[in-house]
């Protein structure tokens, strides 16, 4: 109870962040808050937001884990489409569900491990690494889908991953939270968190202490790809088809975005993926936010660039240190305090 | 010498951090023409007043005096102006320019508003020429040895400054060949009339080239004296403020022979181009000692035997098994530990907490799915920290913030945690203070008592001396010679390495 504290006070900024966003929503439209249910199955903006976030979210799941490496993973947009364009291709060709399901996340996860054997045994830097990926990935996905929009609109249980819901949540947001508890549960139970953290600090003094380093390095790129496997299902179930140029597009960039908003340091080290998972929700807030504010849509990107920039500022250590700085001036007693402490 | 206005004086200093003294009312003076060594064990406030009178930090009181003017430097660039120039350990200056460039950066000779290669490449081959340097100033600082660096740092802070210059540590990656060579560059600007303060851990070379010492201890000023006529023991007695048994001892009392069985035997292991095959046998309960000049291949014996270098020949024994080693993995799974020379990018962990630094091996050794509990680490951190008398604000500490000797207490908790049977030391004293460099000979001595094997590397050859059975001399990228019983002494050491015609003597 006391670590889940300590824990809550560290993602405060985050919740914070999140908390000014959502009401900021609230006062431009007003029933933003409304969460009815309709056929058994919830409804509001609230909801759209948890739905709509699934896929950076699922990807900032994987990327928290390889930036906690001091890594990143450009290709995770392009292994969406790649994902996205197998699953299509495999159901439409009348595999199951379970068959289609199955390939696609090995294929995910295939994707993850070429990326970590570039990363851990050829020690290329991990930008360039997986900007191979992301270069050749939609092409993959073209070659994949004979470079038509693969469509399965007669398949309505891979529809269902996308667009079903079950006790009156949407799946997508199921998806992602499942995956996250697992997540959670899987690093911090096992010894894992602790030696990513490790190897994202001293990659060479860590392996000198007999962390098995480059295991560990497939380990988390494994993961995201992953991760990416599941969100390009989601994205292609969503709209029924695979579209190989579009299916997450610029998403790595939402989703590295989102950690760096959770708090979390691209220099590596400590991590969080919680706060990972409020940054996407941030970041899916303002998107949704500026929909419903009814600007015109050329302004949307400008407006998401700004928010993030706001909230970045706030987060930075140089504001922070100024505004402890300012407090200090303002309240000498604080200074007292803190001595008799 | 009482009428002579001191070149640089510091009156009643004091500086605090949030309520805590770093400085507290201290004195400082130096004059023209001295080196002017200041000592302290870490902590003291060395570095505080450094900072203070470099402009780094602002003093809270007292005043700095330059040449009887009051001086209030805002930046090191001010102070820098002012005529104050400073060389820090890790040389910093930019590896990928050329040295002219290095030397003339922020200040480069201009012709027609561009810069005026051929005069800067001109006026760096004179200005190094000062200081007996005579390098291709085109090439790549990072082409040249540590050494060299230092000079050419030392060599553009004088040009720049050019009325105090204070080397901040600047042997401490040195050998004694190089440590001469910038010892005469020193002299010289003594000679000229330059005020030179010299911070050092190297009890040597601080009798050596200082003429004053000032010692500090807890943010105060214990003494100012002359070097001539000062006793070595009444100098460490000041620093430590208390008298250290264990300072001067140099007697072997070491048996050469324990009777224990082997543990660990070596055979022919080498790797082509880094090391000569060599054989070694390690008894239960035995220090063996390894000595030799930078880059003799002390650190390469370490690293072979440790799997960071892979050999391309020989075997090794464990308790009789023919062990594998063919990585840093699988030498921590045969028992073994390696506490690095370079704490800081082999060692440490610096943004995780003591208590996880002390848990990695152990951890890394259990693998991931056998997580050591929250319980287990803290229990593991707290007995450490006692039975080490790590000096930290507690185990969840980040531990780049100990200082280095409690960072190197952290790194051998790491591997006492694993219980090995074989512990590599390279280097465990070097950059350490005086204190916690006793502290680790002792314990070194404890673990070799309750029968752990080590294998320790040291420059401090009175020291390697002091605990080990049998000392193991390098030369050359080769096992030269093996010392046991009586041998083993300072001299016989030096003999060692000296025996090809080859001179010198480890730092």
């Known amino acids: ?341 | 010498m009482a009428n002579e206005t001191p070149l640089l004086r510091a009156k009643g200093v004091s500086k605090s951090f949030f309520g805590v003294a770093a400085l507290d009312d201290v004195d400082f003076t130096l004059r023209s023409g001295e080196v002017h060594a200041l000592l302290g064990e870490n902590g003291a406030g060395k570095s505080t007043l450094i900072k203070v009178i470099t402009g780094a930090y602002r003093r809270d009181a007292g005043e700095v005096l330059l040449e009887g003017k009051p001086i209030f430097p805002r930046d090191v660039l001010d102070a820098q102006a002012l005529g104050i120039g400073t060389v820090y350990q890790e040389v910093n200056l930019l590896p990928n320019l050329s040295v002219a460039e290095n030397l003339y950066l922020g200040r480069q000779p201009k012709r027609f508003g561009m810069i005026d290669m051929r005069a800067m490449n001109r006026l760096s081959r004179e200005l190094l020429k000062r200081y007996g340097l005579d390098i291709d100033v085109a090439a790549p600082l990072s082409s040249f040895s540590v050494a060299i660096q230092q000079i050419i740092a030392i060599a553009r802070a004088v040009d720049i400054s050019g009325k105090v210059l204070i080397l901040d540590e600047p042997t401490a990656s040195l050998d004694t060949h190089e440590v001469e060579m910038l010892f005469s560059v020193v002299r010289q600007l003594r000679a000229e009339g330059l005020g030179i303060i010299f911070i050092s851990h190297f009890l040597d070379q601080v009798f050596s080239i200082a003429d004053t010492i000032t010692v500090l201890r807890n943010g105060r000023l214990i003494a100012s004296r002359a070097v001539e006529g000062l006793e070595r023991i009444d100098l460490v007695s000041m620093m430590l403020g208390r008298r250290l048994e264990e300072a001067e001892d140099t007697g072997n009392g070491v048996a050469a022979d324990t009777g224990g069985e082997t543990v660990i035997k070596v055979r022919h292991l080498g790797k082509r181009g880094v090391l000569a095959p060599f054989d070694l046998d390690v008894k239960r309960g035995e220090v063996v000692g390894i000595a030799g000049l930078l880059g003799s291949g002390r650190t390469e014996t370490a690293q072979l035997l440790f799997g960071i270098e892979r050999a391309d020949g020989g075997t090794v024994e464990v308790e009789g098994q023919a062990t594998n080693l063919a990585s840093p993995q699988k030498a921590v799974h045969a028992g073994f530990g390696f506490c690095p020379e370079d704490r800081k990018t082999d060692g440490i962990i610096g943004d995780l907490s003591v208590r996880e630094n002390i848990a990695l091996a152990l951890q890394a050794r259990r693998g991931w799915a056998k997580p050591l509990s929250r319980r287990e680490q803290d229990d593991l951190a707290s007995q450490y920290i006692e039975a080490l008398d790590i000096r930290t604000a507690g185990a969840e500490m980040p531990v780049k913030f100990l200082s280095g000797g409690n960072q190197q207490k952290v790194l051998l908790a790491r591997w006492l945690a694993t219980n090995p049977r074989f512990l590599i030391l390279d280097e465990p004293t070097r950059g350490i203070d005086v204190g916690a460099h006793a502290e680790i000979i002792r314990l070194i001595r404890r673990l070799c008592a309750d029968g752990m094997s080590l294998l320790v590397i040291s420059s401090e050859l009175e020291e390697l001396v002091g605990y080990s059975a049998r000392v193991l001399v390098l030369r050359d990228r080769r096992h030269v010679a093996e010392l046991v019983g009586e041998e083993v002494s300072t001299t016989g050491i030096l003999k060692a390495i000296a025996a090809s015609g080859t001179t010198g003597a480890a730092a």
């Open chain 1, 1 to 341: 109870m006391k670590r889940f504290l300590s824990a809550l006070r560290r993602l405060l900024p985050q919740l914070a962040a999140l908390g000014i966003i959502l009401l900021l929503n609230a006062m431009i439209s007003p029933g933003f808050f409304h969460v009815e249910m309709q056929n058994g199955r919830l409804y509001g903006s609230l909801i759209d937001v948890i739905n709509r976030g699934a896929p950076v979210a699922l990807l900032a799941i994987g990327m928290t884990l390889v930036i906690a490496t001091k890594g990143i993973d450009l290709s995770v947009g392009a292994v969406m489409a790649i994902t996205g364009a197998v699953a299509a291709s495999l159901i439409t060709q009348g595999y199951p569900l379970v068959a289609t399901l199955g390939g696609t996340l090995a294929v995910g996860l295939f994707c993850g491990l070429w990326n970590g054997a570039l990363v851990a045994l050829l020690d290329i830097q991990p930008i360039i690494a997986t900007l191979i990926l992301m270069v050749a990935g939609r092409g993959i996905a073209q070659l994949i889908t004979e470079g038509i929009i693969l469509t399965f609109n007669d398949k309505p249980d891979l529809i269902f991953v996308g667009s079903g819901a079950f006790l009156g949540l949407p799946m997508p947001f199921i998806i992602w939270f499942v995956m996250a508890i697992l997540m959670v549960t899987i690093v911090r139970r096992t010894a894992l968190g602790l030696l990513i953290e490790a190897i994202g600090v001293n990659r060479r003094a860590s392996t000198l202490s007999g962390v098995g380093s480059r295991s560990l390095l497939f380990a988390v790129y494994a993961t995201s790809g992953l991760c990416a496997a599941i969100a390009g299902i989601i994205a292609a179930a969503d709209i029924k088809g695979a579209d190989a140029n579009n299916a997450g597009l610029w998403l790595e960039l939402d989703a590295i975005l989102a950690v760096v908003i959770g708090g979390n340091s691209l220099l590596g080290g400590r991590f969080s993926i919680a706060g990972s998972l409020i940054g996407a929700m941030i970041m899916q807030s303002v998107n949704t936010g500026i929909l419903l504010s009814g600007f015109p849509p050329e302004f949307n990107l400008i407006i998401k660039a700004v928010i993030i920039l706001i909230i970045l500022v706030v987060q930075s250590p140089t504001s922070q240190s100024l505004w402890t700085f300012l407090r200090r001036d303002r309240h000498p007693t604080a200074k007292q305090e803190r001595a008799v402490r």
